[in-house]
């Protein structure tokens, strides 16, 4: 090869170096970019997430505690009334917000069960079934008052038992609790805890 063709051939490549170093560079900051993209994008999905299931979270818990000034003011009503006086028109009103209240508390379960993680739905359906015993008993006019408040302390117990361990498990799940769902559920229970190992474990 003469010297001529030794340029030139050194020349071009020279030109497809450039040509090649060029494209690498663009094409590996392009996929830097994708990737900067989807973390975001991922990082959206997950913040999003996070604030539905929290609202979700929150509106069993406004629900609940919406339901129990309703039962409060049930047993200020009852007090001291005999059973055969029967319900009076001061019930009306109350019942009408206590099922106001559990339509509230179903309607956020759904939302559980929708942001999820399942058991959080499931736990969340535990707290409407002991609210759903509660009210039974709280307008059962063949209880009289004393009876009727000593079964209703027994589920005012399995409430708070099953509220904490809904409390504990949305701390977990949304990353602002120290304590695991796992540990405070055991703890509420003294034994088997109400998230199965394994399960409604993925804090955002």
Not at 180 to 185: F, G, H, N, P
């Amino acid at each position: 090869m003469d010297e001529n063709n030794a340029a030139v051939l050194a020349a071009l490549i020279g030109v497809f170096g450039a040509l090649g170093g060029t494209f690498l560079g663009v094409w590996m900051q392009r996929r830097a970019t994708m990737d900067q993209i989807a973390a975001q994008e991922r990082a959206e999905r997950r913040g999003q997430l996070r604030a539905d299931r929290s609202a979700s979270y929150a509106e069993v818990m406004d629900a609940s505690e919406r339901f129990i000034a309703s039962l409060d003011d049930i047993v200020q009503a009852r007090r001291g009334q005999a059973p055969s006086n029967g319900p009076t028109d001061q019930w009306a009103p109350i019942r009408e917000e206590s099922q106001a209240a559990m339509r509230m508390l179903r309607r956020a379960i759904w939302n559980v069960r929708v942001s999820g993680p399942e058991d959080m739905a499931d736990l969340a359906k535990s707290i409407y079934d002991v609210n759903m015993k509660r009210f039974r008993l709280a307008f059962d006019d063949s209880l009289d008052f004393d009876e009727m408040n000593e079964r209703l302390n027994a589920r005012n117990t399995e409430f708070r038992q099953r509220r904490a361990e809904f409390v504990a498990g949305a701390q977990h799940i949304l990353g602002n609790g120290g304590t695991t769902a796992r540990q405070a559920s055991a703890g509420a229970r003294g034994g088997e805890p109400a998230i199965r190992p394994g399960s409604a474990r993925d804090p955002l």
